[in-house]
């Protein structure tokens, strides 16, 4: 340790940061396994993870290794040339994914980008003028001017017009108005959803998955593609590879990022079925689609998540949470939702102060999204002493707070 420089020096300049990130007053300089710590060496445990990406946890000694020699012996060579571990991570991703096609990006809004254009080049195929997508309400697909049409929040929207056209907008979880559309709307394509909403509180549709299965139907009925946005579920978050797999069924397009690169800015775009074969040279690209250093990150996440049963892990200690919670918080009044590690925690009463309040006073890192809802998305490894911790300061201060 005494010899890495943890961050710059800080300085009194103004910053020059475009100021688009509400920032809590905090940074850390350094971080271990489930752990961060401040400059002064204050220790923080870390049930957010980076918004659900640091899934192996921090400074992984197998993704450290593969950064450190990949980029000792070759960053990048673009795809004008063979990538060799870009196929070798496609062929791994391919394979946990149940995908036949890979396309690697850089973030999630870009490959639901990917996703979005797969669907429009699907349609005009079949000799659709103008092809629409079904989003849901409430949901979130990213910050690119596609990405944030299909979005389900009008504060993400707000300021951008105009947007993108192209998206029929139904409520979550509702398949009458998804059969309504088809009915009113012969232009449609695809429909793109998230298995289990994340930024939207940490919503499964009120059947639970059987709503994917009945997406599935409607779309093999019409000959739309079922496409999933699994940048927040994917990568063992839920306690399956991906969240799709606690189904029978199986998506023609999937997206996801994330945990994909435990902290490397790296996405994908995948499909199988219906999806193959539409997009083909010349349509897609990205200067740094899976370049050597994101594609050795995304082949040793994956080989790490597999190694060390951490699926496995996510869906046992994800159930003890959820149990815990349920129990410990019988009396508060509280909802406790979610499926292995991405869990929600919906209060009676907007708790956004709860952030402050975790990290200030029981150095606990977490979220609050859609307003009332906790969100924990620890480590895909946290073990059950960790567990216990996380488990008795949530427990201690949502206590306290509905008191
Ligand atoms: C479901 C979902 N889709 C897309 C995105 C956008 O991903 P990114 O921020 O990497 O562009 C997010 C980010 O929170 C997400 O949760």
Not at 230 to 241: I, L, P, S
């Amino acid at each position: 340790m005494n010899n890495i420089t943890l961050a710059p020096v800080q300085t009194d300049q103004p910053s020059h940061l475009m100021p688009v990130f509400g920032r809590q007053p905090i940074s850390f300089v350094r971080g271990q396994g489930a752990h961060l710590y401040t400059a002064d060496g204050t220790e923080y445990l870390d049930a957010l993870t980076g918004i659900a990406v640091c899934g192996l946890g921090h400074s992984h000694p197998a993704i450290t290794a593969a950064i450190a020699e990949q980029a000792a012996t070759l960053i990048h060579t673009s795809n004008l040339f063979e990538v060799p571990w870009q196929t070798a991570a496609a062929q791994k991703l391919a394979e946990v994914a149940g995908m036949e096609e890979v396309f690697f990006s850089n973030s999630g809004a870009e490959s639901n980008e990917g996703a979005i254009k797969i669907a429009r080049k699907f349609g005009h195929m079949q000799g659709v003028a103008s092809p629409k997508i079904i989003v849901a309400d409430h949901s979130f697909h990213g910050r690119t001017m596609a990405t944030l049409s299909a979005t389900g929040n009008k504060k993400v929207q707000e300021g951008f017009g105009p947007l993108v056209e192209g998206f029929i907008r139904v409520p979550f979880g509702d398949i009458e108005a998804i059969e309504e559309a088809a009915i009113h709307h012969p232009d449609i394509v695809a429909i793109l959803v998230e298995p289990i909403q994340g930024e939207g509180g940490v919503n499964t549709a009120p059947q639970g998955f059987s709503y994917l299965e009945e997406i599935r139907r409607i779309c093999n009925q019409h000959n739309w593609l079922m496409m999933l946005d699994e940048v927040q579920t994917g990568n063992g978050r839920t306690g399956k590879y991906f969240a799709y797999q606690h189904t029978n069924i199986i998506p023609d397009v999937l997206t996801t990022a994330k945990g994909l690169g435990n902290g490397f800015p790296i996405g994908a775009v995948m499909t199988q079925g219906r999806g193959v074969g539409v997009l083909t040279a010349g349509n897609h690209g990205s200067t740094y689609s899976g370049t050597a250093l994101g594609s050795r990150v995304v082949y040793t996440v994956i080989d790490t998540i597999q190694k060390e049963n951490l699926v496995e892990n996510a869906a046992n200690m994800g159930a003890y949470l959820v149990e815990q919670f349920t129990e410990q918080l019988a009396e508060q009044n509280v909802t406790v939702r979610g499926f292995g590690l991405m869990v929600g925690i919906e209060l009676p009463k907007a708790c956004g102060e709860l952030v402050n309040i975790a990290r200030d006073e029981h150095h606990l890192i977490i979220n609050v999204t859609a307003g009332s809802v906790i969100r924990l998305l620890p480590t895909l490894n946290i073990n059950k002493k960790q567990a216990d911790i996380l488990i008795e300061r949530i427990v201690k201060m949502v206590k306290n707070f509905l008191a």
